[in-house]
């Protein structure tokens, strides 16, 4: 049986996840994210999706981003006026 890094926990169907030169074996997606994932650069919690980033760092919002003074990301684009139906 495998050990996980993050909690000990000694389990037959540990997995082993490899992000680039990084590698680590878990026992559960949630320890899996609590080592591997990357944390806002502002408010300090895990970043599971794709966040945003600029040189400065990854964000998990644009909201953060802006309280740390990037004024340029936003989180999505703004929806397009829908066309009258004929």
Do not use: W
Request: hydrophobic share 30%; net charge negative.
């Amino acid at each position: 049986m495998a050990t996980c890094d993050t909690c000990g926990n000694q389990y037959d169907k540990a997995f082993t996840l490899t992000q680039g030169d990084r590698s680590g074996t878990f026992d559960s997606f949630e320890c899996a994210a609590h080592a591997m994932a990357p944390t806002c650069a502002h408010c300090g919690c895990r970043i599971l999706g794709h966040g945003v980033e600029n040189p400065d760092g990854i964000f998990c919002c644009a909201n953060c981003a802006r309280a740390q003074g990037e004024s340029d990301l936003t989180d999505r684009i703004e929806a397009r006026e829908a066309s009258p139906a004929s």
